[in-house]
């Protein structure tokens, strides 16, 4: 004859509301660290998109400044703005353009300045154009 021992209620399988409670505070923890990470990666990869539209314009800027036909009398805006689609709303750039006499070139410069979470940056843009 075999005999089964007996048990009490609380050894029986399964989770006691201590160990559900701890398993949840864990899981939490670990959901809260996942969102971070999710955050700070779609803020890395919106501060690219600036970048990457801040040099589009830039390009286009400079396209346009040496298309010009450049004379010491020439006077254009040095300062714009462009607007554009980024991330899901329009971002405004701030454009500078400038042009110096530098001996029988010209040194053009575009500079786009953006603001990514109340911080600055500006990327500039050099060339050398050969006076007329």
């Not at 053009?108 to 007329?132: A, C, D, E, H, M």
Request: no cysteine; aromatic share 8%; glycine share 8%.
């Amino acid at each position: 004859m075999t005999v089964t021992p007996s048990t009490s209620p609380s050894a029986e399988s399964g989770f006691t509301l201590v160990e559900l409670m701890i398993a949840m505070l864990i899981m939490t923890v670990g959901l809260l660290g996942l969102l971070q990470t999710v955050t700070l990666a779609y803020g890395h990869s919106l501060r690219n998109r600036y970048r990457e539209q801040a040099q589009q314009v830039g390009e286009e800027q400079m396209h346009q400044l040496r298309r010009m036909v450049l004379d010491s009398s020439l006077h254009f805006p040095n300062a714009t703005t462009a607007v554009r689609p980024v991330g899901g709303g329009l971002k405004p750039f701030r454009v500078t353009r400038d042009s110096r006499s530098q001996g029988g070139t010209w040194l053009l410069t575009v500079g786009v300045t953006w603001w990514f979470k109340n911080v600055s940056t500006t990327q500039r843009i050099y060339t050398l154009k050969k006076k007329p």
